[in-house]
């Protein structure tokens, strides 16, 4: 009954096993190097994360269109008008004139990719917990698994200045690139 709706067939969210190291052994290899299963993310992982992309792709493509259509149609005939190719309108038109959405949507993916925790939560399983964990998650356990409320909080004090630091390496990096007009 259950494999009619698919239960049956998400078994790859309890291997741990690396997609190559499942690949190599799909090609006939019964043995590879132990370095494979560490150095690549495990099925479980990709698979969360194939599912990540496929919930905020929604979301980006909404946001991004909205900055799309704010360009106003005069940019384009006047381009058009000079003899302007495709590619010389998107490099001096369009990418310019978006890059305010794209650093907006770059700001919220990186914040998002530090704070994930529904999405693994839901789909971990013990076979490949170890394997999917994140930052969030081992923060959760701290508390309500093994009872370290202080050592949790220092994670999370942690975890906000990693985010804190990296959102202003990328407000100072990618800052400079954005046009907000005259």
């Known amino acids: 009954f259950w494999s009619l709706w698919g239960l049956e067939n998400q078994r ?3 291997e741990s ?19 494979v299963d560490s150095v690549f993310p495990s099925l479980a992982l990709t698979s969360i994360i ?4 496929w919930v905020y792709v929604g979301y980006d493509t909404v946001i991004l269109l909205a900055g799309l259509s704010a360009i106003p149609k005069q940019y384009y005939e006047a381009a058009e008008m000079d003899g302007a190719g495709e ?3 998107f490099r001096h038109i369009t990418l310019p004139l978006v890059s305010p959405t794209l650093f907006f949507l770059s700001m919220v993916a990186v914040i998002g990719t530090f ?11 013990p076979g490949a917990r170890d394997s999917v964990d994140v930052l969030s998650i081992a923060i959760f356990d701290q508390v309500f698994e093994y009872h370290n409320a202080g050592y949790a909080s220092a994670m999370a004090f942690v975890l906000f200045i990693a985010i804190l630091a990296l959102t202003l390496l990328q407000n100072r990096v990618l800052g400079r690139r954005v046009f907000y007009g005259d």
């Open 50 to 53: 194939l599912y990540n992309i």
């Open 17 to 35: 096993k690396s997609v190559v190291a499942l690949l190599l052994e799909g090609a006939g290899f019964a043995s590879y190097p132990a370095w």
């Open 87 to 89: 590619w010389q309108v």
């Open 115 to 125: 704070k994930a925790f529904n999405h693994v939560y839901i789909l971990r399983t």
């Open 12 to 14: 790859w969210l309890y």
